[in-house]
């Protein structure tokens, strides 16, 4: 049986947000999902340019769980740029 997840500090979106690539109907795309969490992660260290270390501390959680969620998130966002994915970054 899993451990059950650890509290991860994060902002709260007022609501989710969705991204998709102009011209294509929203309802022709296949979406992937960005969790809060990797969001978070993504802002922390790519935006406000915190190492790894200051991330997982902001965040309440370890550095290695930051590094899964940065690679996680990266690779979705990736993904939805070469597949022409939308992408919906929520709860």
Same mark, same amino acid.
């Given at each position: 049986?899993?451990?059950? =997840?650890? %509290?991860? =500090?994060?902002?709260?979106?007022?609501?989710?947000?969705? %991204?998709?690539?102009?011209?294509?109907?929203?309802?022709?795309? /296949?979406?992937?999902?960005? =969790?809060? !969490?990797?969001?978070?992660?993504?802002?922390?260290? !790519?935006?406000? &340019?915190?190492? =790894?270390?200051?991330?997982?501390?902001?965040?309440?959680? #370890?550095?290695?769980? /930051?590094?899964?969620?940065?690679?996680? &998130?990266?690779?979705?966002? /990736?993904?939805?740029?070469?597949?022409?994915? &939308?992408?919906? /970054?929520? #709860?």
């Amino acid at each position: 049986m899993p451990r059950r =997840q650890k %509290f991860r =500090q994060c902002r709260r979106l007022e609501e989710g947000r969705f %991204f998709k690539p102009s011209g294509i109907p929203a309802c022709e795309l /296949v979406t992937e999902e960005l =969790q809060l !969490d990797e969001f978070e992660a993504l802002r922390l260290c !790519d935006y406000d &340019g915190k190492n =790894q270390i200051e991330a997982a501390e902001a965040m309440g959680i #370890s550095r290695g769980t /930051v590094q899964r969620l940065l690679a996680s &998130g990266r690779r979705k966002m /990736v993904d939805m740029i070469l597949n022409n994915k &939308g992408l919906f /970054v929520g #709860s």
